[in-house]
């Protein structure tokens, strides 16, 4: 069963005194269970801040986040993350990066070899299970990152700008596999971004947040049917979607 996630009034603020940065809110949001919510700010305004929160890895300082009705306290363990550069390591396959996610949880490879060569099948890499890394392309590299932060079917998936150092084209192709593997198994997606049309064609939920301290400005549902491919960008709901946001930006001088 996906994770239901909720911000109530969370902040953050590094430091203290005149050296202080206020990075994060305050905030409040209910990321339902199976949604995929993009967070979708300027640079610096504390969404990586926010995911760190999320996964237990840094303390707020005001507020709190439940999980399933539960405050986080400590290091999440039934979660999957996912970061701009992939923690890939070299002296490892493919098959064995996505495996060393198994053996740090105590579970055998071995017993879950089927479900390792069904995700490595779902983003195309079947054919590179015994490469390894630095024989991927940088997209290859980022598809076998995303096998490991699903083998363990994790309840929750946070993705902290994925695709962000990959070209056009690659990106393209990987929305379209992230977000098959997002409907087949729905678990709860918080997916960091800067681009506006990635977080549309993506989400079923779009968090604006404002510059430093990030605020949520507003979250915007998008109803737009799944899956949605090329066609979906042309039409005149996303392209709505996209201006209404590229508005909000503008306002606050940030585009
Ligand atoms: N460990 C830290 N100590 C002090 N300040 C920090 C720390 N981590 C982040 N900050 C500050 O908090 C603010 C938010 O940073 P954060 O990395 O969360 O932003 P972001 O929205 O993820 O940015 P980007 O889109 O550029 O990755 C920034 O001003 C940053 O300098």
Same mark, same amino acid.
């Given at each position: ?28 949001? @209910? ?17 990586? @801040? ?15 986040? *439940? ?35 198994? $053996?740090?949880?105590? *579970? ?49 998936? *946070? ?12 990106? $393209? ?23 506006? $049309? $990635? ?5 079923? @939920? ?50």
């Amino acid at each position: 069963m996906a994770a239901t996630i909720e911000l109530r009034s969370l902040a953050k603020t590094f430091g203290s005194g005149p050296q202080a940065v206020h990075a994060f809110g305050p905030a409040d949001l @209910t990321i339902p269970s199976g949604g995929f919510v993009s967070l979708l700010g300027p640079s610096g305004c504390g969404k990586s @801040t926010l995911m760190l929160m999320i996964a237990g890895l840094l303390d707020a300082s005001r507020g709190e986040i *439940l999980v399933d009705g539960k405050r986080v306290a400590g290091p999440q363990t039934d979660i999957g993350i996912m970061f701009q550069d992939n923690t890939l390591v070299p002296w490892r396959t493919v098959e064995g990066n996505v495996a060393l996610q198994l $053996e740090m949880r105590g *579970l055998s490879p071995g017993a879950h070899a089927g479900r390792i060569s069904e995700l490595l099948r779902s983003v195309r890499l079947e054919g590179f299970a015994g490469r390894y890394p630095h024989e991927l392309s940088g997209g290859m590299q980022q598809r076998a990152a995303f096998c490991q932060a699903l083998v363990h079917d994790p309840d929750t998936l *946070l993705l902290d700008e994925p695709l962000g150092k990959l070209d056009a084209m690659t990106r $393209e192709g990987i929305r379209t596999d992230l977000q098959a593997l997002w409907m087949k198994r729905r678990p709860t997606v918080v997916f960091v971004t800067h681009s506006i $049309e $990635e977080a549309v064609q993506l989400s079923s @939920t779009v968090c604006v947040i404002t510059p430093r301290p990030g605020r949520i400005e507003c979250a915007i549902d998008i109803d737009l049917p799944w899956p949605r491919d090329l066609d979906v960008k042309s039409t005149p709901e996303f392209t709505g979607h996209v201006h209404r946001i590229q508005g909000i930006f503008r306002d606050y001088g940030v585009i």
